[in-house]
């Protein structure tokens, strides 16, 4: 559905963007991640067609964005990290405004608002938008992005300044769209709910992408799984190993490289009169990935 091919943004001599290339397909979730300043927001601004790129192409279900940016609207619900609303309209009547903008009928509107509502568990009694919660209003700016129903969704950090509760249950809606067959673009400062949500990640460091790929393949690329070996010793001051390992309040922890590795690691502790409590695998999470990378 979507393919970017060197694009590229500059602002002055300042290169946003410099050189992003990927694809993505229907009905899929791409995460978009790096540190401050990396383009991840430009990317997306490119993406909605709300500036134009410096150089490069972007082909989106068939459209050339680059080109034609109007016609992918019809199909586009975006989501800035702001959720920029009327606040003086109810809920309900900011959602209609919209669906008439889209050229929805009255009877399509009021069942499409309804359903909405619903799915998002959101109940405004009538209440203008300025009187919602932080995350009521989250929710309002999610429905409205969604009235026309698009395939293409473009959401900035979606869960910022949420509660637990909210933000759980808004990643989980998420998360559902693409069971609705829509493609997803998502933005978010916690890397667990992109681990967790998408199906690729696509990692950036000054405007240049120096990583994309699945889970697995970005985990295999920026090092192995690590085992955890948790232990403990009958008399910590007397404890006496060859394994290098980390003890504090009591815990002991070693780690392993390989499972060859992890069989010779608990041989020796148990020899020595360690008794293992749990193993854990590990992989190299985002943040992880992030802090390798540096900026």
Do not use: W
Not at 119 to 143: F, T
Not at 220 to 235: H, K, L, N, Q, W
């Amino acid at each position: 559905m979507i393919t970017a091919r060197a694009l590229t943004k500059h602002y002055g001599d300042f290169p946003a963007l410099d050189g992003v290339t990927f694809d993505l397909g229907d009905a899929q979730i791409l995460g978009v991640i790096g540190h401050n300043g990396a383009g991840k927001t430009t990317l997306l601004k490119i993406m909605a067609g709300l500036i134009s790129p410096t150089a490069g192409d972007l082909t989106i279900d068939g459209i050339d964005v680059v080109r034609r940016p109007l016609d992918l609207k019809r199909n586009l619900g975006y989501l800035p990290e702001e959720s920029r609303l009327y606040e003086t309209m109810t809920a309900d009547a900011y959602l209609t405004f919209f669906g008439e903008i889209y050229g929805l009928s009255g009877a399509a509107i009021r069942t499409r608002s309804d359903d909405l509502l619903a799915e998002l568990a959101l109940d405004p009694g009538g209440k203008k938008i300025g009187e919602l919660s932080k995350g009521m209003k989250r929710k309002v700016a999610i429905a409205r992005s969604l009235m026309h129903d698009p395939g293409l969704l473009i959401y900035d950090e979606p869960t910022s300044g949420l509660d637990p509760m909210t933000s759980r249950s808004v990643l989980d809606y998420v998360s559902g769209l693409r069971g609705q067959g829509k493609t997803v673009i998502f933005s978010a400062h916690n890397l667990f709910q992109v681990e967790e949500i998408c199906d690729l990640v696509l990692i950036l460091r000054r405007g240049k992408v120096v990583a994309q790929g699945t889970m697995p393949e970005l985990r295999e690329a920026f090092g192995s799984i690590t085992y955890r070996v948790f232990f403990r010793v009958p008399d910590p001051a007397s404890f006496v190993t060859s394994i290098e390992h980390l003890a504090h309040d009591g815990r002991h922890l070693a780690e392993a490289r390989s499972i060859e590795d992890l069989n010779r690691t608990t041989a020796a502790l148990a020899a020595d009169g360690a008794t293992i409590e749990r193993i854990e695998s590990h992989y190299p999470t985002l943040e992880e990935m992030l802090l390798k990378i540096g900026r």
